[in-house]
């Protein structure tokens, strides 16, 4: 009796329960560059090497209209690229060699 009950209280619960479509855009991100005038890849893009406030370091790169910014991690190991050697907000490299301004809103 018990078990009959609850299956009929389990039953009646996900009869509730129904598969509606997700509103909103159907994708969410690409993993391609849709800018008109820019068709370069990232392999084209100046990198530099950030130093952030942990002392580890990211690849950064700017070609005025986009940022682009990674974690640098070790080949080998996987694991994050840190040291003290740089001062945190140091930038090595010159990642603006598009010679336009950056464009703030």
Known sequence: MRIALITSLLLT??????????????LIAV????????????????F???????????????????GYAANRFDPQSGLPVCSDRLPPG??????????FPDILP
């Open 13 to 26: 619960a996900v009869a509730g329960c129904t598969a509606q479509p997700a509103e909103g855009p159907r």
């Open 31 to 46: 993993a391609t560059d849709s800018a008109i005038v820019n068709r370069d890849t990232l392999e084209d893009e100046p």
């Open 48 to 66: 530099g090497i950030a130093v952030l406030p942990d002392g580890c370091q990211a690849w950064i790169g700017d070609n005025a209209a986009e």
């Open 90 to 99: 140091a930038v090595i490299g010159n990642i603006q060699q598009t010679g």
